[in-house]
């Protein structure tokens, strides 16, 4: 167990729906990752914040958003879903920013949308 | 542009046997590289890390070998046993402009133990 809590665990949606994916980051861990996994894509970085600040983002496409809050939970927000977005999405955290860092992954949210 | 390549998508070994897993990187100013292990349905699970001024890192039944050279980076696993099958990624990671960082994963190679 990483640590990194994500849910729902399982999602299957309709085609321009919207769902939220939710994430608690290991205890005291600051920075918060996603990424998605997809068969054709592999591993990709969407976005990274730190501290509730966005600190960079990756292949995130703009129908996707996410947040850190205060207490440092993070959700990713995908709306206008298209067949295209079914993937596992997962949420990662670390202690602090920058290289060095451990990053420990969380099991995934399954989104599948039909 | 930044790409993490594997050069053998399968590997199969017998139990007990030690196992390397290969990886290219093609972006030269990386500084830390990770393993990951990914178990069916899980998530990917830290096995172990290397900066880029070292050449040479060892953990329990793992050593993880970085040569800068040729952009090369290999896993070697002691002993496999079948808790070992699994993907294996190699990651490499670089920060970016405005203090953030990233994992660029390869494509992973599976890990077959036969028994």
């Known amino acids: 167990d990483s640590g990194v809590t994500q849910t729902p665990k399982h999602l299957i949606t309709a085609t321009g729906q919207r769902v939220t994916l939710r994430c608690s980051p290991r205890?005291?861990?600051?920075?918060v990752y996603w990424y998605q996994q997809s068969l054709d894509q592999g591993l990709q970085f969407l976005i990274h914040?730190?501290?509730?600040?966005?600190?960079a983002k990756g292949n995130i496409l703009e129908r996707f958003s996410a947040q850190q809050f205060p207490d440092l939970h993070s959700e990713l927000n995908l709306s206008s879903l298209e067949l295209g977005d079914s993937a596992l999405y997962f949420c990662?955290?670390?202690?602090?920013?920058?290289?060095?860092?451990?990053?420990?992954f969380g099991e995934g949210s399954w989104l599948t949308v039909v | 542009g930044e790409s993490v390549g594997l050069h053998l998508p399968t590997l199969s070994v017998q139990e007990g046997d030690n196992s390397i897993i290969n990886c290219a990187y093609s972006n030269s100013a990386s500084d830390y590289f990770i393993w990951y292990k990914q178990e069916s349905g899980k998530g990917p699970q830290f096995i172990i890390d290397?900066?880029?001024?070292?050449d040479k890192r060892q953990g329990q039944r793992v050593t993880v070998l970085l040569n800068k050279t040729v952009k090369h980076l290999s896993l070697q696993i002691a002993a496999t046993q079948p808790g070992d099958s699994a993907v294996y990624f190699c990651a490499e990671t670089a920060i970016l402009t405005g203090g953030g960082n990233k994992l660029t994963f390869g494509t992973g190679t599976q890990l077959k133990v036969e028994l």
């Open positions: 205890s005291g861990d600051l920075s």
């Open positions: 990662a955290s670390s202690a602090y920013r920058g290289i060095g860092n451990t990053i420990y």
């Open positions: 914040y730190y501290n509730g600040e966005e600190r």
């Open positions: 290397i900066r880029s001024n070292m």
